[in-house]
T-cell receptor
Framework: GNSVTQMEGPVTLSEEAFLTINCTYT??????LFWYVQYPGEGLQLLLK?????DKGSNKGFEATYRKETTSFHLEKGSVQVSDSAVYFCALMINAGGTSYGKLTFGQGTILTVHP | ETGVTQTPRHLVMGMTNKKSLKCEQHLGHNAMYWYKQSAKKPLELMFV???????ENNSVPSRFSPECPNSSHLFLHLHTLQPEDSALYLC?????????????FGSGTQLSVL
């Protein structure tokens, strides 16, 4: 089956620190990979995505590279801000030949808290 | 604001109550989804609708009953729930089904079953 494993949280950092949230996956097919972010009191928003091996997704200073050889999609940011405090979800969707039903498989989420 | 609106934001109900969750999108999307977010567990897909037709029921108990009267509205009817059903229920939509689709999520309904 398909599964996504994220590093255990919560993660607590000081402002301007470097962030890494690890994500690894297992998939029966060839997946697209996503990072979603959930700010307090809000729904999930797509942060970035990558659809094939070696692609790098980036948005708002966050980056993640699709590593097929290590089945990983680690999220990184060089300098975090207080406003980045949120829950981050790694997810995959199989690129089936036909429809994939939008069936995202999510990791359990990692809580990030950034202090001033 | 993602364009997907869920009501109510919070709901407390007893195990014998009947209630409904509502989701509305005016993004012109054809596919809509219900997800369940429980504490310390991965997000779980519950139902998928495409052009008002249910295309996926992810082994959800019958005490959860979805309804999709049109492509813009999605309901989740609840009856005789259990305390373990307490969770955040998220609605999402996408332009179509298929790989690489971007999902737009609502803010969710926080459900507490007493």
């Amino acid at each position: 089956g398909n599964s996504v494993t994220q590093m255990e949280g919560p993660v607590t950092l000081s402002e301007e620190a470097f962030l890494t949230i690890n994500c690894t996956y297992t998939a029966t097919g060839y997946p697209s990979l996503f990072w979603y972010v959930q700010y307090p009191g809000e729904g999930l928003q797509l942060l970035l995505k990558a659809t094939k091996a070696d692609d790098k997704g980036s948005n708002k200073g966050f980056e993640a590279t699709y590593r097929k050889e290590t089945t990983s999609f680690h999220l990184e940011k060089g300098s975090v801000q207080v406003s980045d405090s949120a829950v981050y979800f790694c997810a995959l969707m199989i690129n089936a030949g036909g429809t994939s039903y939008g069936k995202l498989t999510f990791g359990q989420g990692t809580i990030l808290t950034v202090h001033p | 604001e993602t364009g997907v609106t869920q009501t109510p934001r919070h709901l407390v109900m007893g195990m014998t109550n009947k209630k409904s969750l509502k989701c509305e999108q005016h993004l012109g999307h054809n596919a809509m989804y219900w997800y369940k977010q429980s504490a310390k567990k991965p997000l779980e897909l519950m139902f998928v609708y495409n052009f008002k037709e249910q295309t996926e029921n992810n082994s959800v108990p019958s005490r959860f009953s979805p309804e999709c009267p049109n492509s813009s509205h999605l309901f989740l009817h609840l009856h005789t729930l259990q305390p373990e059903d307490s969770a955040l229920y998220l609605c999402a939509s996408s332009q179509d089904l298929g790989a690489r689709q971007k999902l737009f999520f609502g803010s969710g309904t926080q459900l507490s079953v007493l």
